[in-house]
């Protein structure tokens, strides 16, 4: 059997949640009994307990002992969305750095749960493949790699990119392709090439904090946009902000931003463009978790639509792949000589190693089976992460329902505040984003972001119902 091929029981669990969601199968309702079910399917009676099993993992099921399986009546999905933000409709300075360092100190701390930090497990990641590409390139030809790279770049590693931007319909000379020491320098380039200490740069509500981070050390302003859990920014925001103000540039995700989960629908991304290129406001790009998409497509990033002209597309491997390699790149058209010359500035070239080792893994075809196999994982403990959330948070919690990344944005009750609950976190051993270092005017204080990037275990499972436990507690002091 192909290894990136679902296995039958997760067929079978695809199909009965198919079947929940078209409203076959009601909650409530009892499933066939496994006999029953494995016979149907042409399937060994253990390969459909998997199935129930891993329906009930994920809180779509429930087991009664003696009777069978039941449609759940609280699935994932049941908690509210969280609201559409509303920030304050002026640029403000960002002021960020300290609080993220912070945050990031104790994201790094190993002996904590870790929810704290959108970063892929390293168990999850092809890393002996990786080791091995790296280590055979070193050893075949180290020296000859212990040089400067060519200036955009090992041209190898932006030849794969370039194909893979072709497949959803983006066709990019490698020529326009620069690799950066990840998508964070990536930005940072596109920023730096774009705009003036003082400028104002439109961005999601809530978004990354270290883009705020980034802004702040280039001394520009935020303004930060009404943004959707679901459809993404409010585009008539953008528009009265446009008609009022000079705007530099606006930096939005391409889908599932970090930390809602949101992806502005191929429609809106089009108007999005063209208002921009009305009032020539340049947009970057940030698409480091398209790969980790959960639908059918890829949701196609903005530099594949309406020609891309105006467009500064930002990514990385650090979601998907590799965060150690330190490796993303920038794509863009007329301002890629802009690009360079900053790239020159910040850090001159990328070290060669990690390219070459990246080039050669995208090119055995190794990553697509790769993405196959973390796209299921994300996604199924998104889905556990939301049961837990539904079995333990207060009443009234919200919960985003991305449809790819592996964050989740909670939303608590107003009272509540994250920046309290994170010091009672980590007492508990625990570590979480606290929302307002999602926000440069600081909003947020009764939201968090909880990462599910890691392999899922009992311990991860009871830290998000300590966490949830002790929300109902600082709720009821
Ligand atoms: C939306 C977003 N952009 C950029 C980055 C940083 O990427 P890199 O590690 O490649 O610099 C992150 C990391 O969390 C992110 O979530």
Known sequence: MNASAPHRYERLADLITGMIEVGTLAPGE??????????????????????YRLLEDRGVLVARPQSGFYVSHARPGALALPSRSRPPAKAANVSIAGVVATLLEHAADTTLVPLGCAVPDSALLEAHRLDRALAHAARTNGTAYNVYSAPRGELRLRQEIAKRAMRWGHAVSPEDIVVTSGCTEALALALASLTEHGDTVAIESPTYFGLLHTLEVLGLKAFELPTDPTSGVDVAALER??????????????????????????AGKRQL??????HAVPLIEDDIYGDIYFGRERPKPFIALEGGANTVYCSSFS????????????????????????????SLTSAVLPQVALAEFLTSG?????????????????????????????????????????????????RLDTRALFDDALEAGICFAPGDVFSASRRFRHCLRLSAGHVWNTSIDEGVRKLGALAQAALSR
Request: glycine residues 6%.
């Open 319 to 346: 979601k998907s792949l590799a965060p150690g390699y330190r490796v993303g790149w920038v794509m863009t058209g007329a301002l890629m000589p802009r690009i360079v010359e900053r790239k020159f500035g910040f």
């Open 241 to 266: 902000l446009l008609a009022t103000e000079t705007v530099a540039a606006c930096v939005l995700s391409s889908s599932f931003n970090n930390p809602l989960g949101s992806t502005i629908p191929e």
């Open 273 to 278: 463009l063209r208002l921009l290129e009305t």
């Open 366 to 414: 190794g990553y697509d089976q790769h993405l196959r196999r973390i796209r299921r994982l994300f996604q199924d403990n998104l889905a556990r992460m939301t049961s837990a959330i539904e079995a333990s948070f207060p009443a009234g919690t919200r919960v985003s329902r991305p449809d790819g990344g592996f964050v989740l944005w909670v939303e608590l009750p107003k």
């Open 30 to 51: 009892r499933l066939p009994s496994l006999r029953n079910i494995s016979e149907q399917h042409d399937i060994s009676v253990s390969t459909a307990l998997q199935a």
